[in-house]
């Protein structure tokens, strides 16, 4: 039996431009995933999880629209074994909410069944098959959130190449709306919007603030990051992709002394994240409103075996 743990991740710059090839910070924060493996007698993939009534049953084979069965299914493939598998989840990670629940899920059931058969897998070979088994539930994902979640620490995406940032790790806060969003049907939403040149800008702006923001990341320059979360959210306004709530939220967190807030992931509900030096007075603040809010690290460990 194998326990691999994977991080959520928060996107701190560049959502939505890095599905056009932009570039996208983002980091691992200390909440985690769990995923139990073992071996199975005959050739089938069981999968339990707090978040489903029953387990779920599936063959090596068949096409599957639970990511958490693909991802199995990729692990046994890239191990040459038809073996079966149990898989059991326990997850820290709010559902839906952009902070990558399903990525953090997908690289530690990639890693604990690997590790059934692989010694120290390579990580980058587990965010392959996470990715994979990510476009089940998002169709077209850029892969920012399972580079993130099996990679850790801050790094810049951009299809195809990963960066890893040197960073002292920053202290946000969480506010989460509590409204759970599909980023498949968030990014379907900014595709057709783009059409319209004014909207095309405004990703445009997006991916222009990205080269200061990773500069002002690695000086650890608070105060512009704070300056850059604002704009990069004024930005994602007008690309449609902010809501009433998370609207609130952040004029919240900027009341209550926030250097920058912005929204994080796909948008349209979610969580916002507030960079401050008083995490309690933002948290208590955001509390008020009715938002679910708490304090996260960035900079975290990625995908690894749990001792
Ligand atoms: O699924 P979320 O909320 O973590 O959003 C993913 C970020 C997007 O840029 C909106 C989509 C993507 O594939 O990168």
Do not use: W
Not at 52 to 63: K, M, N, P, R, V
Not at 224 to 230: N, Q
């Amino acid at each position: 039996m194998i326990k691999a743990s994977a991080p959520a991740k928060l996107i701190l710059f560049g959502e939505h431009a890095v599905v056009y090839g932009e570039t996208a910070i983002a980091t691992a924060v200390d909440k985690r995933a769990y995923a139990t493996a073992c071996e199975l007698e005959g050739s089938k993939i069981i999968v339990n999880s707090k978040n489903i009534q029953e387990d779920i049953e599936a063959s090596l084979i068949e096409d599957t629209t639970n990511p958490i069965v693909k991802a199995v299914q990729e692990a046994l493939k890239f191990c040459k074994t038809k073996t079966g598998v149990g898989v059991e989840i326990n997850s820290e990670i709010p559902v839906a909410v952009g902070l990558g629940s399903s990525a953090s899920v997908v690289s530690a059931t990639a890693m604990a069944v690997v590790s059934l058969f692989k010694e120290n897998p390579d990580p980058l070979k587990i965010a392959e098959i996470a990715l994979e088994a990510e476009k089940i539930s998002h169709g077209n994902p850029s892969g920012v959130d399972t580079a993130t979640t099996t990679l850790g620490g801050t790094i810049a995406f951009k299809k195809g190449t990963i960066e890893e940032l040197k960073t002292e790790g920053l202290s946000l806060v969480i506010g989460n709306t509590g409204i759970r969003k599909s980023t498949k049907e968030l990014v379907d939403k900014v595709r057709k919007s783009i059409e319209d040149p004014r909207m095309a800008t405004s990703l445009f702006n997006i991916s222009s603030l990205v080269k200061s923001a990773k500069t002002a990341i690695i000086q650890n320059n608070l105060d512009e990051l704070g300056a850059l979360m604002d704009k990069n959210h004024k930005f994602l306004r007008e690309l449609g992709v902010s809501s009433p709530q998370l609207e609130t939220l952040i004029k919240t967190a900027k009341k209550a002394g926030a250097l920058g807030a912005k929204l994080t992931g796909a948008g349209g509900g979610g969580c916002i994240i507030a960079l401050t030096q008083e995490p309690k007075k933002v948290i208590q603040a955001l509390e008020k409103k009715g938002a679910t809010a708490f304090q996260v690290h960035t900079n975290q460990e990625g995908v690894k075996i749990e001792s």
